[in-house]
């Protein structure tokens, strides 16, 4: 019988067989985008507006906002008009509704509340990251996952015959259905220290994003 460690070990592979592509097509449109709006020159703005509306379109409405405030900035006439209103060109953010827009300073927000993460901006086609209630989640999920695995590899989570506290499970011996699962702690797996990686990577994106330009001024 196959374990369910390695159903979720396949199902994860499968999802990120379809999640990658689409995460390397969101991420190299928002770094192209990006440049644009940091742009001073006018005549290179007109020349790559289309560009710019490309990515823009799949973006969404917050980079659609910046583009905007980019051609009103520098009286660029030519283009699309989209429907909603321009914001500064070199920072915004989604309100938790997930419609409105304003201008926001990321270093002026704490880590519980943010709704301008470095995930949400990572993967700007995920309007629901923008949501406090989602990064919070996704803190105390992450924060949980972290803490659980570094207690069980370095103090031990389960008993021993003696009553003790004091062993650890081995998730790599688990997952390949070893006889001798349980080591006496602290213990060090592969795979515990892919997993405790893995959460401590996303509890760290979800921080506050940090723009050194706004920190120059």
């Keep these: 019988m196959v374990p369910w460690s390695w159903l979720a070990f396949i199902g994860g592979l499968a999802v990120a067989f379809y999640a990658a592509p689409e995460f390397a097509v969101y991420s190299g449109q928002r770094q192209i985008l990006e440049d644009i709006l940091h742009l001073d020159s006018r005549p290179e703005i007109l020349r790559r507006h289309k560009e710019a509306e490309d990515a823009a379109d799949m973006l969404g409405k917050s980079y659609q906002a910046r583009l905007m405030g980019l051609y009103m900035m520098h009286n660029v006439k030519i283009g699309k008009k989209y429907k909603i209103e321009s914001v500064s060109p070199h920072r915004s953010a989604i309100s938790p509704e997930g419609d409105e827009i304003r201008i926001q300073s990321p270093s002026g927000q704490s880590w519980w509340y943010t709704t301008d993460s470095t995930l949400a901006n990572t993967l700007p086609g995920l ?91």
């Excluded at 009553?163 to 602290?186: C, K, M, Q, W």
């Excluded at 060090?188 to 706004?214: C, K, M, Q, V």
């Design 127 to 217: 309007h629901p990251l923008r949501k406090q209630s989602v990064n919070q989640g996704l803190i105390a999920g992450s924060l949980t996952g972290t803490m659980l695995l570094a207690y069980n590899t370095m103090l031990g989570l389960f008993t021993s015959s003696s009553g003790e506290r004091d062993h650890t499970l081995d998730l790599t011996a688990s997952i390949y259905e070893f006889e001798r699962v349980y080591e006496i702690s602290p213990h060090y797996d592969a795979i515990s220290i892919l997993f405790i990686s893995l959460f401590a990577g996303l509890l760290l994106s979800t921080r506050p994003r940090t723009e050194s330009g706004e920190e120059e001024e």
